[in-house]
């Protein structure tokens, strides 16, 4: 992403009187249209404007408007009810459980239960002891334990974080992050061998070993030992092997349909954004109001002095919105399609930001104060003003100028990493919100 240094510039010289403080809370984008006052518009709050929507009961609804339903798979639905459940905390808890009795029954019978074989002249030449084993086992699980809790606890306090975070601290994040994530794989297929190593070791222990002429060997095992390692195993199993399964799926079988999902979802919202009726079909109609829109978020940034020419804005639809003909309804799910087909994510926002900036004011880089990202997003998209600022403070970078909202936008449309800050950054304002409380703590 590119850096630039916000105090290397200053707002552009305002010689005319200084109106500015009569617009309710004004505060960080500057005006450059002349020496005259900037533009008046209507209370962003009061959700006036010159074109309003027909907001109707069919709008409202959540069973009608597209992009209020929940659109997940079965897949997802399953995974974010189950993260943080109930029945999760209780699978923890039992890994702890036999983590620890593992350990102390190792510690308790060391040496008490082991297999070797010799030679024809009594030397030992090969052998394990399981209370080794045991405890090797119960420590590496002990070990992944520790390192999901921590990470659970991290990630529950940036949840309560009330300061927003620089760019360098959200780099730092990202590469220690995909470190953690690494680090974990590793933990969970160790897990994964060692329960299996387990129950095969000691399910196999009296079993016949493979000799050669003159070779012997020797099981000694304390019959308490064997007997709790034994019944554990079958305990463990039950309980751990179809979570382990789980996970593995989760952490390699599943990420690049969830890369698709992820797209699809974001591309969804996009869409929402152009909609203005919300019916599921991008119209002239819609066209119309959602410039209107634009114009009045122009008149907030003030860095157009007179608005993009009817011509540009026509040619920029007709290019990368009406795909199936100039001013052409089309469908949201036939534009997802062609956005599938070919997305140049640069050209759409960057014509998308010129409706309300310019390439120079956006190289000024000019900082966007919390207030003005409240009323852009206010104007586009109705967003609630708490939601919206809860997002500011988790999940936007200090500083943020119009540059680095530009990036945030090419990234919200073309970026597939769903683990990845960048592509969540815009869509976290849009995104569905769970509703799924049956089985959470």
Not at 143 to 162: G, K, M
Not at 273 to 280: K, N, V
Not at 308 to 330: M, R, T, V
Request: charged share 25%; proline share 4%; aromatic share 14%.
């Amino acid at each position: 992403m590119q850096k630039s240094d916000p105090s290397s510039s200053s707002p552009p010289a305002y010689s005319g009187p200084d109106t500015r403080d009569d617009i309710p809370g004004y505060s960080g984008f500057t005006y450059s249209g002349g020496s005259g006052p900037p533009p008046a518009y209507d209370s962003i709050f009061t959700r006036t404007n010159t074109n309003p929507p027909r907001l109707t009961n069919h709008r409202r609804s959540s069973k009608t408007n597209p992009y209020l339903q929940d659109d997940r798979n079965l897949w997802e639905k399953l995974h974010e009810c189950f993260e943080m459940s109930i029945l999760q905390q209780i699978i923890w808890l039992a890994a702890l459980a036999f983590s620890i009795s593992y350990i102390f029954f190792g510690l308790k019978h060391k040496g008490d239960c082991y297999w070797k074989k010799f030679n024809d002249k009594g030397k030992s030449q090969e052998g394990e002891d399981l209370t080794v084993f045991i405890q090797a086992e119960g420590g590496l699980m002990c070990a992944t334990i520790l390192y999901a809790f921590l990470c659970r606890f991290f990630a529950l306090l940036d949840s309560r974080r009330t300061h927003r975070q620089s760019r360098d601290d959200v780099e730092g994040k990202k590469k220690c992050g995909g470190h953690l994530f690494f680090l974990g794989l590793a933990l969970y297929i160790a897990n994964f061998g060692l329960i299996i190593a387990g129950a095969v070791k000691v399910f196999n222990l009296y079993d016949s070993k493979e000799i050669s002429k003159n070779e012997t060997y020797t099981v000694k095992c304390d019959t308490d030992f064997y007997s709790f390692y034994y019944n554990a195993k079958i305990g463990e199993l039950a309980v751990l092997m179809p979570y382990a399964l789980y996970v593995l799926i989760a952490l390699i079988f599943v990420p690049e349909n969830q890369k698709k999902w992820f797209l699809r979802r974001k591309r969804r919202q996009w869409v929402r954004l152009l909609d203005a009726d919300q019916d599921g079909v991008i119209s002239p109609d819609d066209m119309e109001r959602t410039n209107a829109k634009l114009e009045q978020i122009r008149r907030l940034v003030g860095a157009r002095n007179t608005p993009l020419s009817a011509e540009e804005q026509k040619k920029w639809w007709n290019d990368h919105i009406f795909k199936s003909g100039p001013g052409k309804n089309i469908s949201m799910n036939d534009y997802i399609s062609c956005l599938e087909a070919n997305c140049p994510a640069k050209a759409i926002v960057t014509g998308f930001f010129n409706f309300f900036s310019t390439e120079v004011y956006r190289k000024k880089n000019l900082i966007i104060s919390e207030e003005d990202f409240v009323k852009f997003w206010a104007i586009l998209a109705g967003v609630d003003e708490r939601h919206c600022r809860e997002v500011f403070v988790k999940h936007i970078p200090s500083p943020l100028t119009m540059a680095f909202f530009l990036e945030d936008f090419e990234a919200f449309l073309s970026h597939n990493e769903f683990w990845n800050e960048y592509g969540y950054r815009v869509f976290n304002i849009l995104k569905y919100k769970d509703s799924c409380r049956c089985c959470r703590v």
